[in-house]
Every structure is written in structure tokens, then in C-alpha cells.
């Protein structure tokens, strides 16, 4: 029994050591990382807090889905039903949503809406961004600074002479109103992250090109914007999801339920006087942030690189 | 291929001149190398003949047409970058192919220019490849080869040599110069080496402070070198200077260091008697006295090198360098007697740096 004993402690210290640290020579180079090799503490400085930010970010989507698959019977019933489980799933929630209330529309509104709205941006921001940080005209720092100011200008000021002007224009309650007013903070927003993009990738890289023929239309086609991708990548990810999220514009702009976007649509119709359709309202943002959330989860990689600022040679 | 003139040409940034008239004139077929310090204006020179940097005053011209107003892609010349530019989204063949596409050639013909290009680069194995998966030496080979495929006027490179190590940049300018044989295309080259500029120049420009120094072949400028700092710069180790005067008694001339020490100059040295002017001599020129008429030095250092020897010592007051073929193993502290060879040394001017 004796041996049994002795062989055990020794299994047990051997894998005590292979947690530990054992040989500090043989372990793999870049030692200022050895704290993340024993297993007891990665666990409390890299599981454990990945943990929580798991469960912090997951949790309002595990919510929305539980809400959305309970019956209202079930919701108002703490007593008898644990609040953190269904026990009765049904689909009546998302019946109601897309087929009692305009709900299929706001979708295709905000996804049209935050596409064109986008791209508009993306197409000016790449103009801008490359003038200033590219073509040095007189006053490119100060035009720069000019535009940086105005994203600083809060949309809840901008709205009422906003209004005005897409009233005047007879925008309103058209997507356009939308499709129009949401570059005014895009713009801006793409044009500084561009701008920063473009002065990583070398100046020499143009003035080759430059004497290899091309024009500067070419130049940004062929060079830079393909040089550019991930960049434009983060730039486009924002720019749509700050357009899928709007609020305070899609709420003045539009009154006709056709013409609503998602996050004004489900607060306005689903909300009666002080009755919340609960189920329905966690089931529009359920299927309002999933094509967001798929959408980062495609182009992280890009995303980050960007916005770690990778140049490459 | 084509001259390439260069008349009086300034260039100011905002109020500060940073190159004050600059003449050279470089005739069809030339390989001339700018070479100065850091900020002397060599690579500004360069980017005003390519055309990235506007030409504030004077003229140039590329052939018979003046370029001072002709963007870069109209005046046909190609350019290779210190950190080589290649596009990193393209691949080696696209990257050699890019001007050519621009300028809408033929797919035939680009194929075929390409091919030829790498293969005198010995690139053939490469075309398929991203600038990120070669070695520095490929990369400033597609340098190269995107140059070559061009067929230009004239090859501007701007300081090409300076990103690769020791042994790859000997190499590399003994295969840029074999190229410049082949193609015989006007080269113009900007380097902050002296021995780049020796070894590879037909002519050489030294430049300094935004004006040319001298312009002459390489042993023009090692024999005959115009100043101060042409002599200086062009040799290594660089050449020894002893501040000094004339003097000349009982028919000989000579020159007297501050501290006393006689110096050997030729006979023939056009200055006045007491004329205060500074000593050069090369450190390959000075040789071991035997017997009388040696000048008394004292060693600090010695480098053995195996192909030769280099001894620092105190001469005339002056920190002074000399360079032996032989071996020998001096001891610091002890003292020698060297001489200056008389037919080498040179004279100049204390206050214009001017040779005599």
C-alpha cells in the first residue's frame, strides 16, 4: 500500500509541476509571458475575467431570448416560474412582431437606410481623408480640425435645424431624410479614422506610382484604397452600426409606420401608453442586433488590425 | 537614354534656401552620383529632376525639353526608393508590370518586358510572389526590374544601397554598376557613401550646404580634390589635417605646425612666406621614415587589419591617422618618425579651404 501511496503523491506532484513552473529554462522564448504558463494562474488572470466579460456582454442577449420565448403568463409570474428559465416556450412573441406590426419593414427600411447611408460616407470620407492627409492644400490641417468639431456637435442640438431643412427639402418621412442626415456625423467619423489609415501606409508608395504614370485617381483606386481595406472595413462596421442604432433622427424624421426604422419602430409601436409587450419588444431587438452582431463577428480580425493600427510593409 | 541638365537651380522651403544655384551638366549614357552629407540637398536635387519636388528657381532639363513644369509620369524616367516602394498588394510581376499596364501596353509586350527584366535580375523564380516573402537584396532587385522594364530615359535611385547590410550592398553595387554597362541608360544615384559614389560613378557631385563642391571623376576628385571638404570627404580613412604656416628660408618652402614641427610640402607652392594655411595628407601617404628628415610621432593606437595596418598617433599637435601596407607592432606611447610622401600632400587655404 505503501508504493500505492508514493506512486499517487509523486502522479500528483508531477502534475503540480507540470501546472508550476518546473524548469524556467526549458519554457518557451518570450519569458516576459512565462506568468501566463502555470495553469493556476492563467486561469485567474485570463479565464476567470474572460468570464465575466463573457457572461457581462452575453447576458442581454440571453435575456432578450428568454423573454422573447416566454408567454406573458409566465413573464408576470415570478412565484410559480423561475425568471431565468422558460418553461413553456412559445413563438406568439415573434408571431405578433412580424406579423401584427409593421416589423419586416422597419428591417428592410433600417438595413437600406444604414447601407446607402454608409456607403455615401465611405465614399466621401475616402475623398476627404485622402485630400487632407495626401494633396497638403493650404489649409488641410485647419479643414481636418473643422470637421473633427462637428462630430463634436451632439445630435440632440443638430436635430431641430436638421428638421427644418428636410422638412423644406420635402424629405420627410422619406428613407432619404434618413439616407441624408446620418452622413452628417458619418462623414466626419470615417474621415478621421481614414485619415489616420492612410498616413500609416508610406508616401513613397504614391510617388512611385506617381512617376510610374498614375494620376491621383488612380493612385487612390490602385494604391491606396487597396492598401486601405482594413480601414475601410472598420470605418464601413461603424458607420453602418451607428446608422442601425440611430435614434433621435429616425424618431423626427419619420411618422408613417412604413417608413420606420427598427429602434424607433419597436419603441414607438410596441409600447401602449404604459402597456410594454414585453415578449415582442425583446424579440424586435433580438433580430435588430443580430445582423449586426454577425456582421462584427466576420470582420473582427480586419477590425482590430485596424484599429491597433498594423502598418505593413 | 538622354543628357540631363541642370542650370542654376534653387529650391527654397517656405523662406529658408536649402540649395543656392546648382550647375551640372550630364551628358547621354553618364552614371553620376550626388553624394554629400545628410542635408546637403542631394535627394531634394534628385526628387526636383523626378519631378516630386517643385524647382523654385533655374532650370532642368531631361534631352532637348525643359521639365521644370512637366509632371513626373510625362518626362520617361524611372526611380528606385531607399526603402524600395514596391507596391505590397501586388505580386513581383504585377509590381514590375504596373507602369506599363498604366501606360496600356500590349499584354505580349509587357510579358515579354517583364520576363527579360527578370531575368537579367535573376527574379525568374519570383514573379508569383509578395514584396513581404522576399529577402531585402529580392526586394531591391523588383526595385530594380521595375526601373529596367520601363525602358526610360534615365534611372534616378535615391540612396538604394543604405536598407541592406554590409556584404549585400558591396554586392549589389557591383551588380547596379554591371547593369549600368549593359543598359547604358543615364544614371543619376544619391549615396552618403564615398565609396558607393567611388566605386560606382563615372562622375561624382559632392555637395554640401545645398552647393556643389566639385565635380570631377572619382581619381580626379581623390588626386586633385578643390577644397577642404571635398578632401575630406572623398577617401577612407578620411584624410589628415595639421594647421599651419609658410615658411620659407634659405630658398626651401616648408610648412611649420603651431607646436614647431617642419613639414614637407613640394617646392613648387604658391604662397606667401607666414601665408596660414592647413596641411592634408592622406593616411595611405604617409610611410615610415628611414634615417634623417622624419617627423617625430607619437602612437596611441594601432589596428591591425591584416591587409594593412592603421597607427593613430600625435603629430605636429594634430590627432593624425596613417596607414602602413606592412605589418608592424608598435607600442602605444612609443615614438616614431614618419614622412609624409612630398608629391601627395596637399596645401590649402586656412580661410577659404581653397587647395594652393
Known sequence: MAIDEE??????????????????????????????????????????????????????????????????????????YSPFWVAKPTLDNIYKLFFETSYPLWLWNTMLVSVVATFLSLVCAVCAAYAIERLRFKGARLTGMAIFLAYLVPPSILFI???????????????????????????????????????????????????DGASRFQILVKILLPLSIPGLISAGIFAFTLSWNEFIYALTFI???????????????????????????????LMGSLPVAILYSFFVEHYVSSMTGAVKE | ?????????????????????????????????????????????????????Q?????????????????P??????????????????????????????????????????????????????LERYPRQLSGGQRQRV???????????????????????????????????????????????????????????????VMHDGIVEQIGSPLELYDHPANMFVAGFIGSPAMNFIEGRVARDAGETRIVSADGVRLPVPQTLQAADGHKVVYGVRPEHIELANGAGGVPAEVSVIEPTGAYTLAFVKMADAEVCAMFDERHAFRPGETISLAPRTDLVHVFDAETGRRL
Open chain 2, 143 to 205: 526595385a530594380m526590374g521595375r526601373a529596367i522594364v520601363r525602358d526610360p530615359q534615365v534611372f534616378l535611385f535615391d540612396e538604394p544601397l543604405s536598407n541592406l547590410d554590409a556584404k549585400l550592398r558591396v554586392q549589389m553595387r557591383t551588380e547596379i554598376k554591371a547593369l549600368h554597362q549593359r543598359l547604358t541608360t543615364t544614371s543619376v544615384y544619391v549615396t552618403h557613401d564615398q565609396i558607393e559614389a567611388m566605386t560606382m560613378a563615372d562622375r561624382i557631385v
Open chain 1, 255 to 285: 411618422s408613417s409606420s412604413e417608413n420606420k426604422t427598427v429602434p424607433v419602430g419597436v419603441i414607438t409601436e410596441l409600447v401602449e401608453g404604459d402597456v410594454y409587450h414585453w415578449g415582442s419588444l425583446m424579440a424586435g431587438a
Open chain 1, 7 to 80: 506512486e499517487r503523491l509523486t502522479r500528483a506532484s508531477a502534475r503540480f509541476w507540470k501546472w508550476g513552473r518546473q524548469n524556467p529554462k526549458s519554457e518557451p522564448e518570450g519569458a516576459s509571458t512565462d506568468y501566463l504558463i502555470s495553469m493556476p494562474r492563467k486561469v485567474v488572470t485570463v479565464y476567470i475575467p474572460l468570464l465575466i466579460f463573457l457572461f457581462v456582454l452575453l447576458f442581454p442577449f440571453y435575456w432578450m431570448t428568454i423573454t422573447t420565448l416566454k408567454s406573458n403568463e409566465e413573464l408576470y409570474d415570478y412565484e410559480n
Open chain 2, 55 to 71: 524647382i523654385t528657381g533655374g532650370e532642368i532639363s531631361i534631352g532637348e525639353r525643359v521639365v521644370n513644369l512637366v509632371p
Open chain 1, 161 to 211: 435645424p436638421l428638421a427644418l431643412i428636410v422638412f423644406n427639402y420635402g424629405l420627410f418621412d422619406t428613407p432619404f431624410a434618413l439616407i441624408l442626415t446620418y452622413p452628417t456625423f458619418l462623414i466626419p467619423f470615417c474621415t478621421w479614422l481614414l485619415m489616420g489609415y492612410f498616413r500609416s501606409i508610406p508616401y513613397e508608395l504614391e510617388e512611385c506610382a506617381l512617376i
Open chain 2, 1 to 53: 537614354m538622354a543628357s540631363v541638365g541642370i542650370h542654376d537651380v534653387r529650391k527654397s522651403f517656405g523662406s529658408v534656401e536649402v540649395i543656392h544655384g546648382v550647375d551640372i551638366s550630364i551628358s547621354d549614357g553618364e552614371f553620376v552620383v550626388l553624394v554629400g552629407p545628410s542635408g546637403c540637398g542631394k535627394s531634394t536635387l534628385l526628387r526636383m529632376i523626378a519631378g516630386l519636388e
Open chain 2, 73 to 126: 509620369k510625362e518626362r520617361d524616367i524611372a526611380m528606385v526608393f531607399q526603402n524600395y516602394a514596391l507596391y505590397p498588394h501586388m505580386t513581383v510581376q504585377d509590381n514590375m508590370a504596373f507602369s506599363l499596364k498604366l501606360a496600356k501596353a500590349e499584354s505580349a509586350e509587357i510579358e515579354r518586358r517583364v520576363k527579360e527584366a527578370a531575368e537579367i535580375l535573376g527574379l525568374g523564380a519570383y
